[in-house]
């Protein structure tokens, strides 16, 4: 079974700041990854999508990344804001597979 | 379009009460989607469907969970009867397509089992 693991748990940083949340994943037989934003009592945000079959994607401040061969993705985020507190988890859908599997998530805080 | 709306957006009930969440998915999303989220386990996919026929159940924790989608717009997850460990944030999503769309999420019903 896939496993989705994302360290660290939890990052504070100071607004401003560029920042990298890193995800991992056990079988490399992907489909594909997305990244989504979970704010407290609230449902999931969709950020990133990445296909197999590219290497990055970017939108606004944020950029994610795959290597598919070392079991890895990167969301990097550029200029943050208080804003972008929130919860981050990676999804990985397998090919073979029905269904997401998610990461943990790492609980990003970003002070003024 | 208002997004994936779910009621109620909290539900307190105790053990042995039955237990009802709704779902209303994205007008012309072919994919609904049940998950479970808590903060052991993360999120889990409960059970999803296609055209309003379920598809994969597997993970359905117990026969004291079922769910239904009588019509294209309307999806329900039933517990019967509830148990304390059933107390976690139910997620429902819908997608046009299964694998290469992203999943848009409702903002999910936290039930607390007393």
């Known amino acids: 079974k896939q496993e989705v693991t994302q360290i660290p748990a939890a990052l504070s940083v100071p607004e401003g700041e560029n920042l990298v949340l890193n995800c991992s994943f056990t079988?490399?037989?992907?489909?594909?990854l997305q990244w989504f934003r979970q704010d407290p009592g609230k449902g999931l945000t969709s950020l990133l999508l990445i296909q197999s079959s590219q290497r990055e994607q970017t939108s606004g401040r944020l950029n994610a990344s795959l290597d598919k061969s070392s079991g890895r993705s990167t969301l990097y985020i550029a200029a943050s804001q208080p804003g972008d507190s929130a919860t981050y988890l990676c999804?990985?859908?397998?090919?073979?597979?029905?269904?997401?599997?998610f990461g943990t998530g790492t609980r990003l805080t970003v002070i003024p | 379009d208002a997004g994936v709306i779910q009621s109620p957006r909290h539900e307190v009930t105790e053990m042995g009460q039955e237990v009802t969440l709704r779902c209303k998915p994205i007008?012309?999303?072919?994919?609904l989607f049940w998950y479970r989220q808590t903060m052991m386990r993360g999120l889990e996919l409960l059970i999803y469907f296609n055209n309003n026929v379920p598809i994969d159940d597997s993970g359905m924790p117990e026969d004291r969970f079922s769910a239904k989608m009588p019509n294209a717009s309307f999806s329900t997850l039933k517990i019967q009867p509830s148990e304390p460990r059933d107390s976690a944030v139910y997620f429902c999503a819908s997608s046009w397509r299964l694998v290469t769309d992203t999943q848009y999420f409702g903002p999910g019903t936290r039930l607390t089992v007393l």
């Open positions: 079988d490399s037989a992907i489909y594909n």
């Open positions: 007008s012309g999303h072919d994919y």
């Open positions: 999804a990985v859908r397998g090919t073979g597979a029905n269904n997401l599997f």
